[in-house]
């Protein structure tokens, strides 16, 4: 099968953006700036046909190339790559979930610490992207606005009469930016307050995103929050916004966490106690289910219910538990039902000696 | 499948009806705009009708949404690369930089959605309602209504309100 690929040197670093160190990623768990660009006089990737999108892929490929940041990572069309490979770059977050259809055209060139990419012909010619562990929104803008500099120097950039950036879709027109963070909010979860945060957040123009909603659930109690148009505001004024956002439903997290514990400690530590007790000793466990009760054991880690464990290092098992990294790991493709039952193992395995090993290493 | 009609990006799972003297009004919303907007089902078996029936109106008003103005916005079509509002409403995506002036009835490019308020505390949104009398009576009358669930009565009696409140507030509107 796919025993070696392209993008193998990425894997087996460690996911960057989601290393401890951060005090603050105790809540905000990663940041992201995103920014989108086309070039003038084309059609966008949506209207353009194969030929015309390899040819936005080899311009900004010669743009790339001219980009110390980038030179020395990964640059790739997603259709040299097998579905598992494109799949494990959208686990990663270095392409958008889109791109794993891995259509003629679309690519990807990614820094080799792979904490930043430039998405191609991905519903806008260009996306370049930022990632960063904690709510450190500056530094991910600060890298991101690196590579448009860049890039820009390269490429001409469509715009409308007012000088604003035109994008496939219209709340992106403006600026092109999307800047988000990454929330694990059990507390508000867990105490019913959610929906207010959710409509809170709306009201002052941020939209609050399930990150792994199915079927109306909400699994794993990640949030993403980010701006909803690029339209008004300039960029740092966005980011400074978001960040103060972030900070105050950072603190109704908190106090739903303290409430949760003085009002209802048996239903907290109950939830802790039965994820432990599932992830240390089940034989099969599902993605949904591993990602519900890592969430608890995370909140009971914060709530230093455990000495050995530490939030970070139950973040990065989230990403090794996914399906494509534990394919990866595996060697081969497989179905669900094996996944499970590879997936509970690793979890036993890392539960018996967390100190053992890192399991965000290689795959 | 078509996005929402909000966001013009995730699907539009929840559709919303509403007829008043036989005019009927559609909304085609995302969860997540609909949990925004308190357009969710949840509001429909809780106490917050009212509000439901307001946020539902404002949208509607809004969003200028009925069928005749739905073919007229489907039938639209961009001359440089062919892109039709029916097929924009369906995805959300844009084909080229000329969708913008060719498309633009389809995402309201002339609505303020590029706004972001200034930040404040994070607190519900409140509304600036039953500043007169009159409108405070009609406010209750518009309660009862809904308790007894007449809700196309109801639904007259917000519109009545709304007119209300917008002709106070263009008064008092200071150039």
Known sequence: ????????????????????????????????????????????????????????????????????????????????????????????????????????????????????????????????????????????????????????????????????????????????????????????????????????????????????????????????????????????????????????????????????????????????????????????????????????????????????????????LVMAVSPAHLQKRLGRRTGDEELAGIRARLLRQWLRDPEAGDPGGEP | MRVCDLCHEKPATIHVQESVHGRERTLHVCPTCAAREKLTPKALDSLSLTEFLYSFADLAAELGEDSERDAELDALECPTCGLTGAQFREHGLLGCPSCYAALAPCFGADRPTGGLPLPGPLAPPERDAEARRGLRDLQDELDRAVEAENYERAAILRDEIQELQQSATSENEVD
């Open chain 1, 1 to 316: 099968m796919d025993a070696s690929s392209p993008i193998d040197p990425l894997l087996e670093r460690p996911v960057r953006w989601l290393q401890p160190g951060a005090s603050d990623s105790r809540i905000a768990i990663s940041s992201r700036v995103r920014l989108a660009r086309n070039l003038a006089g084309q059609l966008f990737p949506l209207r353009a046909s194969p030929p015309l999108r390899r040819a936005v892929l080899a311009r900004v490929s010669e743009a790339v190339s001219a980009l110390p940041a980038l030179n020395d990572g990964i640059g790739i069309e997603m259709a040299d790559l097998d579905e598992l490979h494109r799949r494990l770059l959208a686990e990663r977050r270095m392409v958008g979930a889109g791109m794993v259809a891995g259509e003629p055209g679309t690519g990807v060139f990614i820094s080799r610490a792979g904490d930043s990419s430039v998405m191609v012909n991905h519903e806008d010619h260009v996306r370049i992207q930022a990632l960063t562990p904690g709510c450190r929104l500056a530094a991910a803008w600060k890298t991101a606005r690196r590579l448009d500099e860049g890039l820009a120097e390269g490429l001409e950039y469509a715009r409308g009469d007012d000088t604003r950036l035109l994008t496939a879709r219209p709340r992106d027109a403006g600026s092109g930016l999307r800047a988000s963070v990454l929330l694990h909010l059990p507390g508000l979860c867990l105490g019913g307050q959610i929906a207010g945060v959710v409509r809170a957040a709306g009201s002052v123009g941020f939209e609050v995103d399930n990150l792994l909603q199915r079927e109306g659930a909400d699994h794993g109690k990640l949030f993403q929050i980010a701006n909803r148009t690029a339209g008004a505001a300039s960029e740092e004024e966005t980011i400074e916004r978001l960040g103060a956002v972030v900070e105050q439903i950072a603190e109704h997290e908190e106090n739903a966490r303290k409430l949760l514990l003085d009002r209802e400690p048996n239903r907290v530590f109950d939830l802790v106690g039965r994820a432990y007790g599932v992830l240390r000793y089940a034989y099969r466990i599902g993605y949904d289910e591993a990602l519900d009760r890592l969430s608890a054991l995370r909140l009971g880690a914060e709530l230093s219910m455990f000495s050995n464990l530490d939030g970070p290092a139950i973040t990065r």
